[in-house]
């Protein structure tokens, strides 16, 4: 199982300085590769990735949105491996709390489980209810929303129903997404382990 994590860049070199150094230990750990591609980012990302030792990629789409920049990192991936599985993350969370080795393994059952599972999403939580989350044991279930800011893409997913649409600029080319996976008779799961957002509850999508 080949598994990528898409950092999603634009304008996040504060994020950069206090993420990279910790994803790119986790995803070593795991043999996961890492791509960082950034949306031609007007402060001083792109000096700061270009001086780090990770597959990276500029969209030149001259910041055309979201969308646009998954997509420039889902097209460069081909350029690297045919991976199975991509981790789609944004750059304002709290990666100390990320445990890539439990991320493996969840997205490992859950394709084992479930088949034809295509976007897996998991539990979006703040500083004010991370303690009590944290008490859950882990389960993963079929769901009609996921939070948009760290979820996984099957690359099955990807060869049926194309990439993301760039007309959407910011807001909705997840929920546009996730209503193509089901019309395809793809399944959206949602595990309960958790991920912390800095901008928690900004990137609740639910389904049309």
């Given at each position: 199982m080949k598994i990528c994590f898409l950092y999603i860049n634009y304008n996040g070199e504060k994020d950069l300085q206090r993420n990279l150094s910790k994803i790119i230990k986790g995803c070593l750990e795991t043999q996961i590769d890492i791509?960082?591609?950034?949306?031609?980012?007007?402060?001083?990302?792109?000096?700061?990735?270009?001086?780090?030792?990770?597959y990276k990629t500029k969209n030149k789409s001259q910041n055309r949105g979201f969308a646009s920049n998954v997509n420039n990192g889902l097209k460069f991936s081909s350029k690297i491996d045919n991976y199975d599985f991509f981790i789609i993350s944004n750059s304002d969370l709290n990666f100390e709390l990320i445990n890539f080795e439990i991320l493996k393994t969840i997205i490992s059952k859950s394709i084992k489980t479930y088949p034809k599972m295509g976007i897996l999403g998991f539990n979006e939580v703040n500083s004010s209810n991370l303690f009590e989350a944290q008490k859950r044991e882990l389960n993963v279930n079929e769901v009609t929303n996921v939070?948009?800011?760290?979820?996984?893409?099957?690359?099955?997913?990807?060869?049926?129903?194309?990439?993301?649409?760039?007309?959407?600029?910011?807001?909705?080319?997840?929920?546009?997404?996730?209503?193509?996976?089901?019309?395809?008779?793809?399944?959206?799961?949602?595990?309960?382990?958790?991920?912390?957002?800095?901008s928690e509850g900004s990137s609740e999508n639910k389904l049309k």
């Amino acid at each position: 199982m080949k598994i990528c994590f898409l950092y999603i860049n634009y304008n996040g070199e504060k994020d950069l300085q206090r993420n990279l150094s910790k994803i790119i230990k986790g995803c070593l750990e795991t043999q996961i590769d890492i791509i960082v591609t950034d949306d031609n980012s007007s402060d001083n990302s792109w000096e700061i990735i270009k001086k780090i030792e990770v597959y990276k990629t500029k969209n030149k789409s001259q910041n055309r949105g979201f969308a646009s920049n998954v997509n420039n990192g889902l097209k460069f991936s081909s350029k690297i491996d045919n991976y199975d599985f991509f981790i789609i993350s944004n750059s304002d969370l709290n990666f100390e709390l990320i445990n890539f080795e439990i991320l493996k393994t969840i997205i490992s059952k859950s394709i084992k489980t479930y088949p034809k599972m295509g976007i897996l999403g998991f539990n979006e939580v703040n500083s004010s209810n991370l303690f009590e989350a944290q008490k859950r044991e882990l389960n993963v279930n079929e769901v009609t929303n996921v939070p948009g800011c760290f979820f996984v893409l099957a690359k099955n997913l990807i060869n049926k129903i194309g990439y993301l649409d760039e007309d959407y600029f910011m807001y909705g080319e997840d929920n546009d997404y996730f209503f193509r996976c089901k019309k395809n008779n793809f399944m959206i799961l949602k595990s309960n382990y958790n991920i912390m957002h800095f901008s928690e509850g900004s990137s609740e999508n639910k389904l049309k």
